[in-house]
T-cell receptor, first 112, second 116 residues
């Protein structure tokens, strides 16, 4: 157990639907990062939050959004899902980004 | 923008063979360098990291990596691999500016298969 908790572990949904992925960071970590891992794209950075505020944005689609709540957990919302959104979505946390990240076990999203 | 290249996409070795996985990055400033491992069906775990000082860093499970600044490289090595080292290995870099760190940028990964 890395200390970063992601739920659900698996999600199967239909095209056009909306899902929410949840991440609880390691205790004390203020930064949360979301990554998408797919076979053809590798690990792609989506977005970072630090203590509730958006800090950096990567290749995140407009259909995707995220937020970090006062208790520091984060949610990644994916809407109007397409087949190509099927991937592993990882959350990672860090105290300040300098020391590397601790990753959660990921949510495997399958869009059918 | 920083980028990371891992030249070996798939490496197959016999047990006890020596391992070297290449990693090159492009960024002219100060960087932190990392190697992560992802065992089948698991999350990424930190193997080792380099911030400054001795360019040869030792990590967990007998892995080590050498930072060569002039070559922008951070290659991962292990003298003798085991079947349990079968996994995907990711090199990652973040850059430092004004005391803050950028997001981690990952290479595309190298799949290591160790045969008995």
């Amino acid at each position: 157990d890395s200390g970063v908790t992601q739920t659900p572990k698996h999600l199967i949904t239909a095209t056009g639907q909306r899902v929410t992925l949840r991440c609880s960071p390691r205790s004390g970590d203020l930064s949360v990062y979301w990554y998408q891992q797919s076979l053809d794209q590798g690990l792609q950075f989506l977005i970072q939050y630090y203590n509730g505020e958006e800090r950096a944005k990567g290749n995140i689609l407009e259909r995707f959004s995220a937020q970090q709540f006062p208790d520091l957990h984060s949610e990644l919302n994916l809407s109007s899902l397409e087949l190509g959104d099927s991937a592993l979505y990882f959350c990672a946390s860090s105290p300040n980004g300098m020391d590397g990240y601790t990753f959660g076990s990921g949510t495997r999203l399958t869009v059918v | 923008a920083q980028s990371v290249s891992q030249h070996n996409h798939h490496v197959i070795l016999s047990e006890a063979a020596s391992l070297e996985l290449g990693c090159n990055y492009s960024y002219g400033g100060t960087v932190n360098l990392f190697w992560y491992v992802q065992y089948p069906g698991q999350h990424l775990q930190l193997l080792l990291k380099y911030f400054s000082g001795d360019p040869l860093v030792k990590g967990i499970k007998g892995f080590e990596a050498e930072f060569i600044k002039s070559k922008f490289s951070f290659n991962l090595r292990k003298p003798s691999v085991q079947w349990s080292d079968t996994a995907e290995y990711f090199c990652a870099v973040n850059s430092l500016s004004a005391g803050t760190a950028s997001k981690l940028t990952f290479g595309t990964g190298t799949r290591l298969q160790v045969t008995l």
